[in-house]
């Protein structure tokens, strides 16, 4: 019999290693869950949908002051240097109560290893322990009109001036741009010719208060607000804004994205709203097997999912690149839980889905139907994902190409 | 260490692997004895010694089993190694209901092993099995390889009980899954007993079922696994309209889904054998059998449809995969009964209890 350890590889699935808490990681998701109790307990408030949380600082200080924000975050810098698998334990506990994360929300899960990773010693000061404190709030700056999952596509220049770079040109879906307080803008830096994947940048930009920078909102689908479109005209960007190397913005943008792809966030969306149709379902007394044999299903998906996402955060603290597997969760997670909004309204279609329902289960049931759409769009569509996982698999199965 | 994980309080997590060295044993042994043409042919004969024989004699089939009882020793997680193996290379032999299902009835009756294979009766709804003195009547339906076995071993309500197939009263009627693998009727007119005993706690007939769920689960994340490997390879050499098909969107997407859904059992496999060390992992497998028995069907689906033509034929390998996939998804319960058992396990704790069922397994309810 052979014992892997933890800094072992245990192999018994390609790719994906199953673990399990250590103590002290126990401990953390004990202090997350009675937090929890003590702030939102169930029933007090309507569960947000997963990642697309509402924006609420004052929650986010709150999570702040344990230490749950900008997780990443060394000490040096403000923060609690947590691993990606406390971070991993903190998000799903928060995603599973539907919690109010948006305000710290990208800040926390890019932002922050990106300046830490790219950014100057400055930049990290200025920054990090901000993010930490719970204070400094980031969008992404990565889409434009004709920029969607070809971000190699982007029209937004910078163009060198005295001090500094003007920045020109339009992102857009630019979440909670109107509350977060900067943004990482991807820009052009040199001409689109020859290998576009060269010649692009990132910069720090301030949302607020920035002259010749215009945020102008776009209604989501449902009718909420946070979509923005950012408009930049003759935009001044000192140097000590730019972030990591001019004309190296591709592979840092693409780091940047490997940390959106594979964590909770990718498959716990419609959680809590299956759980509350479950509480109103159960208490309405017994179900038909057709109940049961959905519920049966979403359950198992879920628990394997979790474990393969786990896996990944685990694999990344033991210093791994997970590419591939991160592909896997994000593809496997956002279209089950798609699939799974038709399999729960098909259940309950006795009352339409409506976002002024009676009922608590039926209007969060109405929000995903609506909002569902998104979840294979966010973060790179999934067709391009998989096209771009599918180079990366024979060598991953080990066999020849 | 006995026990196979370890949740001590330590910093440090331990999670046990399969024994590498009887896996790359037995990776060879297969690779040398499973050829296409072997396998094909087994289907006819419904056995092969060819491979049978040096099997046996690594003492792999009874992986699992205690050595006190005449097993070969060995943990849980080697014996789920073993079947995963066995399910990757197609062996058309009763390995699962030597060891961790025959095995397992055998040394809980105290019957001592003997040195050919076993078979169980899985237990389904139309069995009807009936003791009378020491005589067995009735019909047991979709036993493995029963005229095979050096015992056939049942559940009859609380007692266990062996049967030798060659023994007066006993007719075997041969039938078998899409696999061609001998799943057979077999009738008992006042059939001898070769041994009987009191079934011990937690020995009855839903402790089959689930063991027998488990290994049926291994079997398939084991040829799943290989036929994700052979359909990305065989997309990286099959040109079409001038390029390998691999380079086409709409066939990249099968091939990264089926590795997925592929991967998907494997670590449901790896979680529940776990959870089995810890205690009762009833949750647990009930999700694996679930889980691949629906993403099982995908991955075959998607691998058919890369492969095209070929893959209809008995010419290639994959038939071999994708018809036990096929065959092992319905055994031991098929896959609805146990997404709709598990989906009772989920109203009976209730919504408050639901994540903590999913993040910690069966352990939550212990509680």
Redesign the interface.
């Known amino acids: 019999?052979?014992?892997?350890?933890?800094s072992a590889r245990?192999?018994?699935?390609?790719?994906?290693?199953?673990?399990?808490?250590?103590?002290?990681e126990e401990a953390l998701k004990q202090e997350v869950r009675e937090f929890l109790r003590a702030e939102l307990p169930?029933g007090s408030y309507r569960p947000c949908l997963g990642m697309s949380a509402d924006h609420d600082g004052e929650f986010t200080k709150k999570m702040a002051a344990r230490g749950w924000v900008g997780m990443s975050v060394p000490t040096r810098y403000g923060g609690p240097a947590r691993s990606a698998v406390d971070r991993f334990i903190v998000v799903?506990e928060m995603l599973?109560a539907g919690a109010p994360i948006g305000a710290h929300w990208v800040a926390d899960r890019q932002s922050a290893p990106t300046i830490m990773r790219f950014g100057t010693d400055e930049q990290r000061e200025k920054f990090l322990p901000a993010i930490a404190r719970g204070e400094m709030w980031f969008s992404i700056g990565m889409s434009e009109p004709d920029a969607g999952s070809d971000l190699a596509a982007v029209r937004t220049t910078a163009t060198r001036t005295d001090g500094g770079w003007l920045l020109n040109g339009t992102k857009i879906w630019t979440s909670n741009a109107m509350q977060n307080h900067w943004f990482i803008v991807l820009c052009r830096t040199s001409p689109n010719e020859g290998d576009r994947h060269e010649g692009l940048s990132q910069f720090l930009v301030e949302l607020h208060g920035t002259p010749g920078l215009q945020i102008n909102p776009i209604a989501f689908l449902d009718g909420t607000y946070h979509f923005n479109e950012v408009v930049m005209t003759d935009v001044f960007v000192p140097d000590e804004q730019v972030l990591g190397e001019i004309g190296r913005g591709w592979s840092q943008v693409n780091s940047e994205l490997a940390y959106e792809r594979a964590g909770p966030d990718r498959f716990l969306s419609v959680?809590s709203t299956?759980?509350?149709l479950?509480?109103e379902k159960?208490a309405e007394g017994e179900?038909d097997?057709r109940?049961?044999?959905?519920?049966?299903?979403i359950?198992?998906?879920?628990?394997?999912?979790?474990?393969?996402s786990f896996?990944i955060s685990r694999t990344i603290d033991q210093g791994g690149a997970p590419a591939v597997e991160a592909?896997?969760v994000k593809?496997?997670g956002t279209s089950f839980e798609q699939e799974m909004i038709a399999l729960l309204h098909d259940l309950w279609d006795d009352e339409e889905p409506s976002q002024e329902a009676a009922t608590l289960g039926n209007r969060l049931l109405a929000a995903c139907i609506l909002t569902g759409p998104s979840f294979t769009i966010r973060g790179g569509t999934n067709?391009i994902l998989?096209?771009v996982?599918?180079k990366g698999?024979?060598a991953?199965?080990?066999?020849?190409? | 260490?006995s026990g196979?994980?370890?949740?001590d309080?330590?910093?440090?997590?331990?999670?046990?692997?399969?024994?590498?060295l009887l896996m790359e044993t037995l990776h060879r042994l297969f690779t040398q004895t499973c050829s296409h043409e072997v396998i094909q042919a087994a289907e006819t004969a419904g056995w092969a010694d060819t491979i049978w024989e040096p099997l046996a004699g690594t003492g792999a089939p009874w992986v699992g089993v205690d050595e006190a009882v005449g097993g070969s020793g060995?943990?849980l997680?080697?014996a789920v190694?073993v079947l995963k193996l066995a399910g990757r290379y197609t062996v058309p032999l009763p390995v699962a209901e030597t060891g961790l299902l025959g095995g397992w009835l055998a040394g809980a009756a105290g019957l001592a092993l003997p040195e050919g294979p076993l078979t169980v009766v899985p237990g389904r709804p139309q069995d009807r099995l009936t003791l009378d003195g020491d005589t067995l009547s009735g019909v047991a339906q979709r036993v493995p390889w029963a005229a095979k076995a050096t015992y056939i071993l049942a559940i009859v309500g609380d007692e266990i009980i062996a049967v030798q197939p060659g023994a007066d009263g006993v007719d075997i009627e041969t039938v078998r899954n899409l696999a061609g693998e001998p799943r057979e009727t077999v009738r008992f007119e006042r059939a001898p007993l070769a041994h009987r005993a009191t079934a011990p706690a937690g020995v009855d007939a839903a402790a089959l079922r689930r063991r027998g769920a488990l290994c049926r689960s291994a079997q398939i994340a084991g040829a799943c696994?290989r036929i994700?490997?052979?359909t990305?390879?065989y997309a990286?050499?099959r040109s079409q309209f001038g390029q390998k098909i691999?380079r086409f969107?709409a066939v990249?997407?099968h091939?990264?889904?089926l590795?997925?859904?592929a991967?998907?059992i494997?670590?449901?496999?790896?979680?529940t054998t776990?959870a089995i060390g810890q205690g009762d992992a009833a949750?647990?497998i009930?999700?694996?059998k679930?889980?691949a028995g629906?993403s099982g069907s995908d991955v075959i689906a998607r691998a058919h449809q890369v492969h095209g033509a070929i893959g209809m034929t008995r010419e290639f390998v994959l038939h071999h995969l994708s018809r036990r996939v096929m065959s092992w998804r319905e055994e031991f319960g098929s896959t609805?009964w146990?997404?709709?058992?598990?989906?009772?396990m989920?109203?009976g704790v209730?919504?408050?209890a639901?994540?903590p069922?999913?993040?910690e397994?069966s352990a939550s309810l212990q509680r």
């Open positions: 019999m052979a014992v892997a350890q933890s245990i192999g018994a699935s390609k790719g994906f290693t199953y673990t399990t808490f250590t103590a002290a169930t799903e599973k959680y299956f759980e509350q479950l509480r159960l179900l097997a109940s049961y044999d959905a519920f049966g299903r359950t198992a998906r879920y628990w394997a999912l979790r474990n393969l896996s592909s896997i593809d496997l067709e998989r096209t996982a599918n698999l024979a991953w199965h080990g066999v020849s190409r | 260490m196979q994980g370890n949740f309080g330590a910093d440090e997590y331990t999670v046990e692997v399969a024994d590498p060995g943990s997680v080697d190694g696994e994700a490997e052979l990305v390879e990286g050499q691999n969107q990249a997407a091939l990264v889904r590795s997925s859904e991967t998907l494997g670590m449901a496999l790896d979680a776990y949750f647990e009930a999700s694996l679930s889980i629906d609805s146990w997404r709709e058992e598990l989906g009772r989920v109203g209730g919504a408050d639901l994540w069922l999913i993040s397994g």
